[in-house]
Nanobody, 125 residues
Framework: QVQLVESGGGLVQAGGSLRISCAASGGTFSNYDMGWFRQAPGKEREFVAA????????IYADSVKGRFTISRDNAKNTVYLQMNSLKPEDTAVYYC??????????????????WGQGIQVTVSS
């Protein structure tokens, strides 16, 4: 059983930056691809980014491409999401998720096995 705990969320002004983290425990972190998803009030959960088990391959939603960067440190059992040039529409609860390593990287949340509790990111205009 893998436990995931997000941290680093908060309030930031439009155009600003924020880095959120997700610490994993209870499993072999490098056995899992990792993803970030988000859910805004009244909207469905959506895919944001994913990174493969070794950190060499990443994919992004079109809405965040060029602004967000996903990375991981397998020695620290942690995945990160660096968010730059934030927009009010990025406001959401952000969730990290773990998927037993597969190919290609998955964008559907239904394919992920473990989820964090979520963390709020609010971007003010």
């Amino acid at each position: 059983q893998v436990q995931l705990v997000e941290s680093g969320g908060g309030l930031v002004q439009a155009g600003g930056s924020l880095r959120i983290s997700c610490a994993a425990s209870g499993g072999t972190f490098s056995n899992y691809d990792m993803g970030w998803f988000r859910q805004a009030p009244g909207k469905e959960r959506e895919f944001v980014a994913a990174i493969n088990w070794g950190g060499k391959t990443t994919i992004y939603a079109d809405s965040v491409k060029g602004r967000f960067t996903i990375s991981r440190d397998n020695a620290k059992n942690t995945v990160y999401l660096q968010m730059n040039s934030l927009k009010p529409e990025d406001t959401a609860v952000y969730y990290c998720a773990a998927d037993r390593a597969s190919w290609p990287l998955r964008q559907s949340g239904n394919e992920y096995d473990y989820w964090g509790q979520g963390i709020q990111v609010t971007v003010s205009s």
